[in-house]
């Protein structure tokens, strides 16, 4: 599938965008937190039961002939036959890729899509999805069910999801989960400035760098992922976990 040149290029909702533009009156500001409450609601239920998640991040420009489309649907596919779900955010270019190589394995593929005005569809490589209205809501979506983090190239979209996943890590408010970067030549540049700038001027400690992978090698970013994951987390090989639909699952 060719990538929407829109994706991502134009304004939200007018509600999403007029909820982010400073204060409101106070009855549309209620009814926006009562909105945001049932969009969380909303995905904890569809979520609950899709097993543990790998999150994949990556750009949606990409198509299917660039070197980085394949990379991404060859992680998605390890991924999936270590037995891991993989998520995505439900688009198209590289989160297509890796659902894609999770269902050419028989893997489990699911996405957190975000409603855009003008391209709203999901990839067609999903098991399960949702759609979300707010960003910040689909974001914590993607680090809630996981248990590693794979970013492939990206834009500002992805460097979000990168340094907001590092400083949830580094300030503790989830565990030390893998974080691992795909396609060295791309992430390399900013990598030395990291090390050359924030260590250097210790706004970051070496250990937080040191918790980022980079690799050019699917194979080793499933090894760390599945080490960790069994070795660290506990997770074990058994049946997935059952729906119950009377819980919304």
């Known amino acids: 599938m060719k990538p929407d040149p829109r994706w991502g ?3 939200g909702p007018p509600t999403v965008n007029k909820f982010l533009e400073g ?5 549309f500001e209620k009814w926006s937190a009562l909105d945001i409450l049932r969009e969380l609601v909303r995905g904890f239920r569809v979520l609950h039961s899709v ?8 750009s949606a420009r990409f198509g299917e002939d660039h070197k980085y489309y394949a990379l991404a649907r060859e992680v998605g596919a390890g991924l999936a036959r270590a037995g891991f779900t993989v998520m995505t955010g439900g688009g198209p270019g590289l989160m297509e890729a890796a659902n894609r190589g999770a269902k050419d394995v028989g893997g489990r ?11 709203q569809r999901p990839n067609p490589y999903l098991d399960r999805w949702i759609t979300f209205r707010h960003f910040f809501v ?29 400083a949830l890590i580094q300030t503790g408010k989830i565990q030390q989960f893998p974080v691992i970067l795909m396609g060295s ?27 980022i992978t980079v690799t050019d090698s699917p194979e080793e970013a499933v090894e760390t992922v599945t080490r960790v994951g069994m070795d ?6 058994g049946p997935p976990p059952r729906r119950r639909r009377l819980l919304g699952d």
Do not use: H
């Open 9 to 11: 290029k134009t304004p």
């Open 23 to 27: 204060p409101q009156p106070r009855r």
């Open 51 to 58: 097993g543990p998640c790998v999150t994949v991040f990556g």
């Open 109 to 119: 593929s699911v996405g957190c899509n975000i409603e855009l005005p003008r391209e």
């Open 138 to 166: 689909r974001k914590l979506m993607l680090i809630k069910y996981s248990y590693a983090f794979v970013a492939l190239p990206g834009g500002f979209g992805t460097l979000d999801e990168v340094f907001e996943t590092a």
């Open 185 to 211: 030549d791309y992430w390399e540049p900013l990598i030395a400035f990291l090390r050359d700038r924030l260590v250097a001027e210790r706004t970051i400690e070496p250990e937080d760098l040191e918790r």
């Open 232 to 237: 660290r987390f506990g997770l074990t090989y």
